[in-house]
């Protein structure tokens, strides 16, 4: 497939402009910064795709303002006292080194123990959480899929998890291949779920077409509501590059 990139600025915004061969415009801001992009087709001239930007720059200036707003956690040191999230709630990390197996435990409400062998570093104890949230994903995805291809009507042939930083999940309608953020751990349940749904519906439709949002309206009325609440939580510290 052949691709383009260059760079436009349109009213003191940078905008990414990717053409390909598609048939429609596709513009998308995305965190962590409002970065913009703009997905084109190859005979789509620059001066159209300036006319785009323009009669969507009070939208495009909506959506980098609420990424600006979005908390930001700062870096993580993987010491005691620290906040953690999991399943959208807020804890404690207390760490323990003991010489045994590296583990995780979510203890009461606000408390999450991490078990380490005696000088693992902050880097190898961010790890070791990471692949426990990995591990809980892995136990969490299987039934939401069953129910989610069963209301859709589709069969995704593969899904995984992986980090990403600008979507929370993707969809390769072709091969069939869902993918879903790491960092959907840290979120509440009812996210995970909305992304999920989200990603398969896309086995119907490929763009955010009215195809696409009538099909979450009829199966997942308040999908707009969970979408937000993504929007609103705070996002990990990343060093965000492109």
Known sequence: MTI??????????????????IKNLHLGVYPPHG????????????????????????????QKAKFAEQPRQ???EMVNGESHYFLGRRNRLRVHEHDARARVVVRGVGRLDLFVRPGTSAEQREAILLRWHREQLQIMIPPLLEKWQKLLRVKAADWGIK????????CNPSARRVWLN???????????????AHELA???ERHHNERFTALLDTHMPQWRQYRDMLARLPLAHEDWAY
């Open 182 to 196: 790491l960092e959907l751990a840290k979120k509440p349940a009812i996210c995970l779920e909305y992304i999920v």
């Open 163 to 170: 980090r990403m930083k600008t979507k929370w999940g993707s």
């Open 74 to 76: 700062s870096k993580r």
């Open 35 to 62: 970065r913009v992009r703009v997905a084109a087709p190859l005979v789509v001239s620059d001066d159209a795709i300036r006319l785009a930007l323009i009669e969507k720059l009070g939208w495009i200036k909506r």
């Open 4 to 21: 383009e990139t260059k760079s436009l600025t349109v009213y003191g915004i940078k905008v990414e402009v990717v053409r390909k061969d």
């Open 202 to 204: 896309h086995l119907h």
